[in-house]
């Protein structure tokens, strides 16, 4: 049956009406989603949980324009969405940066393709770098980063043009356990102090622990074909009651080194 959601473009940042992406042609052809509607306001952070293979990947790519959908509409604060949405910005579980290029030049060449001059570019990238705690690193190319830091180069280089949405694609899978939760805590921390002008974030997980942990709402995806088959409005001041005042191990700023000591807390619900 059908999901009906209706767009209100003074709220939404996007409105995804009845997508259905289908790949191939003919015989080939194959339904990977079908019927999707979702709607993302401004302060969200909503994540997107759903098995393997159900078109978690493929609605981020429909979101942000690297590719079309079949049929459906993707609004933008009401507007159509035709080709690169300017205003949405990709993180990669793969990291995706450039091998050759150091961690400055990774993060300046978002601003690049979106004509930002030389001098602003290098402001802005030695900033973001600072922000995301790899000062010291801007000469230092992928091979010599961690994954945790290779993730925050990501994050730096998302980041650089002010998405005002920004999409993650399971940035946190290709982590070891403690790196991930020590960036899932510095993430969380950057958005609740308004660290970033980002307004709202759709992450992709297929973690349950993360997706409770990170999100205002979880909307959960089940596969042949790709659907959304449930809406959890979560609301994370409700999820927690902290045990102590809330105590930070911070050095000087949000995602630096050491992760952010984490209130003692209760399951609520
Ligand atoms: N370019 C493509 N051509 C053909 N089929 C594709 C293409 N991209 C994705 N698919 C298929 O569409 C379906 C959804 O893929 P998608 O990558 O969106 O899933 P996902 O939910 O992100 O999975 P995962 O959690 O493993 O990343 C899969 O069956 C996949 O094989
Ligand atoms: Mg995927």
Partial sequence: MPTLVEAQPE???????????????????????????????????????????CGKSTLLRI??????????????????????????????????????????????????????ALAERRVRAVKLIDTVGLDGFE???????????RQKVGFARAMAVEPELLCLDEPFSALDVLSAEALRGELLELWLNKAIPTQAILMVTHNIEEAVELADRIVIMDKDPGRVVAEIPWTRSMRWWPA??????????????????????????
């Fill in 11 to 53: 709220t939404d940042l996007l409105s995804l009406q009845g997508i259905v992406k289908a790949y191939g042609t003919g015989p080939r052809r194959f339904v990977a989603v079908q019927d999707v509607s979702l709607r993302i306001r401004a302060g969200e952070f909503v994540c997107l949980l759903g098995p393997s293979g």
């Fill in 63 to 116: 979101i942000t324009g690297l590719t079309p959908a079949s049929a459906g509409s993707v609004l933008y604060r009401g507007k159509p969405l035709d080709g690169i949405n300017p205003h949405a910005t990709i993180v990669f579980q793969t990291f995706a940066l450039y091998p050759w290029l150091t961690v400055q030049e990774n993060v300046e060449v978002a601003l690049k393709a979106r004509g930002v």
């Fill in 139 to 149: 000469t230092a190319y992928p091979r010599e980063l961690s994954g945790g830091m």
């Fill in 244 to 269: 102590r005042p809330r105590r930070r191990r911070r050095r000087s700023g949000p995602l630096r080194g050491s992760p952010v000591a984490r209130p003692s807390c209760r399951w609520r619900v």
